[in-house]
Structure formats: C-alpha cells, structure tokens
C-alpha cells in the first residue's frame, strides 16, 4: 500500500522529466534537478496526497466491483479502508450497508446509512435503505419516518409510497394505509398490487366483499401474480369454499411451486374434501421445501394415523416434540400410536405428561389403565380407572375417533379434547414483498455455534481468521527481543502449546508472560475436571492482569473461561475490557455477542456480531441470520 501512496524517487523522475521537459531536464546539473525534486515533494502540491485520492477512489471501485459479483464479505474490507483512511465521505458507508444488507445484517446496515445519512442528507437511497433495514427489524414507525424524508426529495416514486404503505399495514393503521392507497390508485392505476394491499387491509377490517373485489382487480390487471392467487385462497378457506380455494391454491403453485406453505394450504382444502391421498401428497411436498415446518409434520403424522401407517406417523410427532418438547398435542397422539404399536410403556410416559397437565383428561386416563393392564401393573391401573368411574365416563372413552371434516383447532387452542384435530395457522399472515432496487444473495452457510478458542502463545506462527490483524502485546515483545530468532513467541489462538515451557519462565516465574504460558498450560494438560480447571485457570489470568493490566488477551482468556462457567455477566465484562483495550480484536466482539445472546441481550448481541463481521470474523453473518429468525 505504502509503495503506491508514496511513488518511489525513480517514479517520480520520469513523471517530473515528463513534465518538465526532456531538452530543459539536460540543462539542469544534477544538484538543481535534486532540488527541483525535492521541492516537489514538500511543496503544497504534494504528489502523495494525489496518489492518495486515486488510492480511495480505486479501493471505492474494486469494493463496488466485489459488490457486483455478490463477494459482499470481500467488498466490506475494501470500504472499511476507505473509511478508516476517508471516514468524512459517505459513499464507502452507503455501500457497506448495502453489503451488510445482503448479509442479513440489518443492524449493521442501519448504523452504517445512519452515519452516510450524517454525512450527506440529500441522497434518497440512503433513506431507502435505512427503512428496508428497519423494516426487517420490524421498526415500522422509524421506516415510515426514512419514507416521508425520501418522498419529500423524490415525491413520485412509486417503491416508496408502496412500502410506506405496507408500513401502515403492520402497523395496523388500516384507515391510514387504505387512504394512501387510494392516492395511489389515482397515481399508478394500472398496479396490480395496490388493489392487492386494499384486499389484506379490508380483511383485516372484517370487510370480506370488498376484499374479494380488490383481489378480483389486481387479478384482473395481472393474472400471473401467485402472491395474489394465494391471498384469494386464503378468503376461500376461511370461508370454507374448500373447491374454489383449492383451485386458487392450484394457480398459485403453478407460479411458486416452492412455497411450502402453499401446499400446506392446499391439503387442508383436499383433506375437507375426503382427499386423503392428494392432502398427504401435499404435506410430503411441503415437508421437502420445509423440512422444518411444525403445521406439516404435525398434520401428516394424524393422516398416517388414519390410514394406519402408525410407525411413521410416530416419526412425524417424534420430529415436533424436538421442534416443541412440551406440544401436549403431539404428546397424546404419538402416545396412542405407541400403545398400538405394542409399546406400552414408552405410551405410559407420553401419557402421564400429559395427564400432569390436564388431571381431568379422562380419555387418557383410560388409555394408560389400558397400558398398566398390559404391563401387568392392576393396581396402577384400578387407580386411573376409579377417577373415571367417579366422574362416570361413558364407556366409549378411550376409542379414538376418525379424522371427520371441518374439525380444525387454531395451532395455539391447547384444549386437549382436540387432539385428533388438524392443526391451522393462527393468522394466515401474507408474505410482503417490500420494492427496492437491491437484489443478491444471502450468505446461507450453516455454522457452529461455538466461541472463538483462546489467545495463547507459541512458538509457531499461525494464520489468523482474521485478516490483516497482527496480535501484539508490549511484553511479549520485550521478551522476544531477548531470545533467539528460534525461540519467538508468537500470539495466536487455538491450543497449540509452548514445548519447552521451563525455559521461558525460568528467568521470571512472576512475569505477565510466564503466568500466561503457566495458566494455558495447566488449562490444556491439567488431569482435574473442568469445573476446577476453569476456576484454576481464572484465578491464573487474574494474577497475570494484575502484572499486565493493559493486555487485552488476558482479559479475553478470562472471558472464555467465565463463558465455561455459564458466568455470561463477568464474561461480557472481560470482553468488553478487551475490546475498550483493543477495538480491533474481532473474536472479543464475536464472543460478547454470543454470551450477550445468552444472557438475554439479543438485540446488543447481534451489534456486536455484526462488529465481528465487519471486522472479517464472516461466520458472525450466519449465527446473526439464525437468531434474526
């Protein structure tokens, strides 16, 4: 970098007899042509200084280029020079956010137009960003506020009164959003999705017929547009039309077929029509783009059950006790295909959960006596079958009835009684599609969630994960000077440990740096448990910060090791130590997010994560996305 800011004296010889002149340069000794150089140089018109500018403008452009082909990590590092050596212009700001932006940042991205916002306040795409941010942050009010302030510049955008717009649907205010979209109408008549976003905010006044007349306009001036076949399937399902809206569903998986939520959807309008196959061939569709999806598993497990293909309806229910380990719901009914299955005990457990929930629940207090009988345990089972003779159960209980139409719960109705009920969303929330100029992927690599590993010192070299950034301390380095180039230590992390570890503490046993080789070494050779370990370990880093007050890896060692102890409050103070000593040292602010989640602190722990990632520590960007969701 220095090489290109500050040319070297033979470059600047050829420029300086470019500019001067060939015939006038061999007039000149060479004591005058040294003094015209060296007058260049420290003149006003510093040669530097335009190097300098090219420099930034060059970095500028590489990062947009790396913008460009989507490398948005790479094209981070490239705007954080600009701003570390340019901080006053807004540019390398404004294209960080969108960097960030693409990375599920939306923290990050805000902070980051914020401060372009400071620094030029006329630019309408700031505005526009910040409130894409905000809006993924679910701050509607702060992104209507960025909307009016872009308006007020470019008042004919028709992507800002649309998101604005859908602000004041969140929010919400339907009056509000049905009057700016009434101006809308007037504006751009032809946008099919005005007349989409009157239908949500009619819906959500209870106003179905308008509803219906809105989604028939926007289908009318755009037949191709699956979000809206969607919404009209919704109004058909809530008004248990099940043909129409299956056929509307139909449409919209035409044009989004890999939409589980759309299948999902449309078996509920099969199932209503006693079509058993087409609804299971739907949730397994939908289970193969969601594999995740808690109303799918959920709903197949009651129709495997029905058509008894109990093992794998117990797979289905066993997948959302991992999503939700107390769903009594799922508890009960995989309790029954146990006991059908020929595992009576594994039933009993599932039942008497169940049962500790909801004593009353004479149902499943027949099916365990059932199960104790089995088991040969009568006395248990006299016991379950007295509370219901007590409150004189008819004898029918216990026999499970068929699957019938129409009988439906809301995913959030805990009445047990309808265990043998398909599960429904309890809103069926549309899916917004917010207009902006910015499109590219996201990066999706899963990662694990664990905390960067401790500085220790060695006497090999080691890449960091971070680039650019060489861990320094005073004492170490003062003690290297003193040994033989063989002999460095180096500060790196991860557990490579110091062969001969005598001979570096032989001299001063008390040093910060023997006590810090001392601590590591008892934390990765000591044979006692890990909870004495650890608590070794701080009381070591203690005395070492008593020597070495001002070493921000000591501080963060003993971070990690509170972190061993679940001790998140003293972790997140020595992190935040380490990092008020060294605002660089990414792992710092990638761990203090991690323990900041932990301790309840979402919010502060994705800053802080995000600080990581800005600093090149990129898995950040993936543990931010997953706690986002």
């Known amino acids: ?16 007899t470019a500019s001067l002149g060939l015939l006038w340069l061999k007039r000149l000794s060479i004591r005058s042509f040294l003094f015209t150089l060296c007058f260049i140089l420290h003149s006003s018109y510093f040669i530097p200084k335009t190097y300098a500018q090219f420099n930034t403008d060059r970095l500028v452009m590489i990062g947009r280029s ?76 702060e992104a209507i506020s960025d909307y009016n302030r872009a308006l007020h510049y470019e008042p004919e955008s028709p992507n800002l009164w649309h998101n604005r717009a859908l602000c004041r649907l969140q929010q919400k205010d339907y009056d509000g959003a049905l009057a700016e979209l009434d101006t809308m109408s007037v504006k751009w008549s032809k946008n099919a999705s005005i007349p989409a976003m009157q239908a ?31 919404q009209r399937a919704v109004v058909s399902l809530a008004r248990s039309e099940w043909k129409e809206g299956e056929s509307a569903l139909d449409k919209a998986i035409h044009l989004l077929p890999r939409d589980a939520a759309l299948y999902i959807n449309r078996a ?76 009576p005990r594994a039933a009993i457990r599932d039942y008497s959960k169940v049962i500790d929930q909801y004593p009353n629940f004479w149902t ?70 917010y207009q902006s100029a910015w499109r590219g992927r996201v990066q999706n690599r899963r990662v694990a969630m664990d905390y960067m590993p401790m500085y220790v010192l060695s006497t090999q070299r080691q890449q960091s994960a971070v680039k650019h950034y060489v861990a320094f301390d005073r004492q170490v380095d003062s003690l290297n000077r003193t040994l033989p180039p063989n002999r460095q230590l180096y500060i790196v992390t991860g557990q490579s440990a110091v062969a001969d570890l005598h001979s570096y503490v032989a001299a001063d046993s ?15 050779s000591d044979s006692l448990d890990v909870p004495l370990r650890t608590a070794r370990l701080i009381d070591e880093l203690t005395q070492a910060l008593i020597q070495a007050p001002a070493n921000a890896y000591l501080y963060y060692d003993r971070g990690n090791a509170y972190v061993q102890c679940l001790d998140f409050v003293q972790a997140i103070a020595d992190y935040s130590k380490a990092i008020e000593l060294d605002a660089n040292l990414a792992e710092a602010w990638y761990n203090r997010g991690l323990a900041r989640v932990a301790n309840k602190q979402q919010n502060e722990g994705i800053s802080d994560l995000s600080k990581a990632g800005e600093l090149g520590l990129y898995t950040a960007y993936s543990i931010i996305k997953r706690y986002r969701k």
């Open 364 to 433: 499943g207090l027949h099916q365990r006596a059932q199960c104790y009988r089995k088991l040969g345990m009568p006395k248990q089972a006299e016991q379950d079958e007295f509370r219901i003779l007590k409150a004189q159960i008819d004898k029918r209980f216990g026999h499970q009835p068929r699957l019938s139409k129409q009988q439906m719960r809301k995913r959030s109705d805990e009445d047990i009684e309808k265990y043998n009920q398909l599960a429904v969303a309890d809103e069926q929330e549309m899916e917004h599609e």
């Open 268 to 343: 509920l309008a099969r199932f209503n029509q006693s079509n058993l196959r087409g609804a299971m061939s739907d949730y397994d569709t939908a289970l193969n783009y969601d594999p995740n999806n808690f109303l799918g598993h959920y709903n197949r497990g009651l129709l495997r059950a029905q058509v008894g293909d109990d093992n794998r309806a117990i797979l289905d229910f066993d997948f959302v006790l991992k999503l939700e380990p107390d769903n009594l719901m799922a508890l009960y009914n995989r309790a029954l295909l146990l006991e059908q299955t020929g595992n």
């Open 510 to 524: 008390t040093s910060a740096v023997a006590l810090w080789l001392t601590a590591i070494d008892h934390w990765q």
């Open 1 to 16: 970098m220095k090489s290109e800011v500050f040319p070297s004296l033979e470059s600047v010889a050829r420029k300086a």
């Open 66 to 141: 790396a913008l460009y082909y989507e490398d948005y990590v790479l094209s981070i590092q490239y705007f954080n020079q600009v701003i570390s050596s340019k901080p006053y212009l807004y540019e390398p700001w404004y294209y960080r956010a969108v960097a960030k932006y693409y990375l599920d940042d939306y923290d990050g991205a805000e902070n980051d137009c914020t401060e372009a916002i400071e620094r030029n306040p006329f630019v309408v795409g700031l505005f526009e960003l910040r409130g894409l941010c905000r809006i993924q942050q679910k701050k509607y009010a």
């Open 200 to 230: 949500e905010a009619y819906l959500q006044k209870k106003d179905t017929t308008a509803a219906i007349a809105s989604l028939e306009k926007s289908l009318e001036l755009d037949a191709y547009n699956g979000r809206v076949w969607a």
